[in-house]
């Protein structure tokens, strides 16, 4: 019952942001609901899978600046995790989190598709070890490539790739490594 009652609340949230679309600008904010999955791939614990949703809030720190195809603008995110599900063999962990680093590039495009790339971090706190046998704590780090679709909404689809890891806080430390699909609905509002 109380998935259902989040996924309400997440879509109440996308809809009510389905305004008029301001672009990003230097001086401005971003805000987003997300949600994503995927399963580990090679390089730690296999056969695991992840599901998360969150809520973005960024800030547009530049105007476009950069040589040619590069030329973008520097935004600084924070993301609350709320939900974050790691299925593993031998249990599920339910867990929530905070990302308190997002580093992301928009690059400075003409039309209404703006790609961008990403680096963040964060926390990860759960109801079960994850992986299996080590913690309860982790840290999150990742890096992704995405796309805004501006218009009437701002629409965001990425392909992130993620490490979980407890940092040798116990021993063994395998960590998972996961490659995860993610969609958003916010919007872009303000500026200097």
Not at 48 to 75: D, S
Not at 97 to 123: C, H, M, S
Not at 164 to 190: C, E, M
């Amino acid at each position: 019952m109380t998935r259902y009652l989040w996924l309400a609340v997440c879509f109440g949230l996308m809809v009510s942001w389905a305004t008029a679309q301001v672009r990003p600008e230097e001086g401005g904010h971003e805000i987003e609901v997300w949600s994503g999955g995927g399963h580990s791939v090679p390089g730690g614990t296999k056969e695991t899978g992840v599901w998360n949703v969150g809520l973005r809030y960024g800030w547009i720190l530049t105007a476009p600046h950069g040589p040619g195809f590069l030329k973008g603008r520097f935004e600084y995110a924070v993301d609350a995790v709320p939900a974050f599900v790691v299925f593993q063999r031998r249990n599920t962990a339910y867990g929530a989190g905070i990302n308190p680093v997002g580093l992301k590039w928009i690059f400075a495009t003409r039309g209404d598709v703006q790609p961008y790339l990403e680096l963040g971090g964060g926390t990860l706190f759960t109801s079960h070890d994850v992986p299996f046998g080590t913690s309860r704590v982790n840290f999150t780090s990742g890096a992704a490539f995405g796309m805004h679709f501006l218009g009437e909404r701002a629409w965001s689809a990425e392909v992130r790739y993620m490490h979980i890891s407890n940092a040798g806080l116990t021993v063994p430390n395998p960590g998972i490594n996961t490659v995860q699909v993610r969609v958003g609905v916010g919007k872009f509002f303000g500026k200097k």
